[in-house]
């Protein structure tokens, strides 16, 4: 099975992606880490990248599908791929589409963290004094979820047209959201 979760920054997509991965076998593919691994190793995909991504907008299209498809392509991947912030745009979504049908896979769901700007904010500036994300501070956070507000509706009603989108109540606890996730995942595996 291959899940996308979505939502705006803060949301908890990480934390409950660690989650599924651990509960149903899956593999994380955060695309946000892979860009911040580049940056941080110095390569000249992440000089290029990291101004982009400190004022909270997007990379290209293009490098963040060069980055995905390497892992979909991976046969120890094939259908147990956890999307964390891929897609973000509807042409990303149309491009995940592409790919995901060259290697012969689909999306299974779409997991929709609804959270509100002030929780948002909140869960950003916690983060910022934990894990030092130069793009962790209330400015670029209003900025990134912007940008997520921006996109999201079209990918959104992709999603919606093909019945694979469920939304979640990303206000509650960690455990509640593992609940729900839970039963939702359990009824489609069936
Ligand atoms: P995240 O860790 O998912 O919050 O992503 C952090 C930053 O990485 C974003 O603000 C973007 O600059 C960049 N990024 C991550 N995923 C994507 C994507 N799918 N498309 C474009 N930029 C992305």
Redesign the pocket.
């Known amino acids: 099975m291959n899940i996308v979760i979505f939502g705006p920054?803060g949301a908890g997509k990480g934390t409950q992606s660690k989650f599924i991965v651990d509960k149903y076998n899956l593999y994380q593919l955060?695309?946000?880490d892979l860009?911040r691994n580049e940056i941080k190793n110095k390569s000249s995909l992440g000089n290029k990248i990291s101004s982009?991504?400190n004022s909270?907008?997007?990379?290209s299209d293009e490098i963040?599908s060069n980055l995905i498809e390497k892992f979909i392509s991976n046969k120890d991947y094939k259908d147990k791929i956890i999307f964390d912030?891929?897609?973000?745009t509807i042409s990303?979504a149309k491009n995940l589409d592409i790919l995901l049908n060259k290697y012969n896979q689909k999306i299974n769901i779409v997991l929709k963290l609804s959270v509100s700007l002030e929780t948002v904010k909140k869960r950003i500036l916690t983060r910022q004094s934990e894990e030092k994300r130069a793009?962790d501070n209330e400015q670029v956070a209003i900025k990134?979820f912007k940008t997520y507000e921006d996109a999201s509706k079209n990918v959104i009603n992709y999603y919606n047209q093909s019945n694979l989108l469920k939304v979640i109540n990303g206000e509650t606890s960690i455990t509640e959201i593992n609940t729900e996730i839970s039963g939702i995942i359990d009824a489609i595996k069936g």
Do not use: A, C
């Open positions: 920054p955060s695309t946000g860009l982009i991504m909270g907008e997007l990379v963040v912030g891929y897609p973000r990303q793009d990134r």
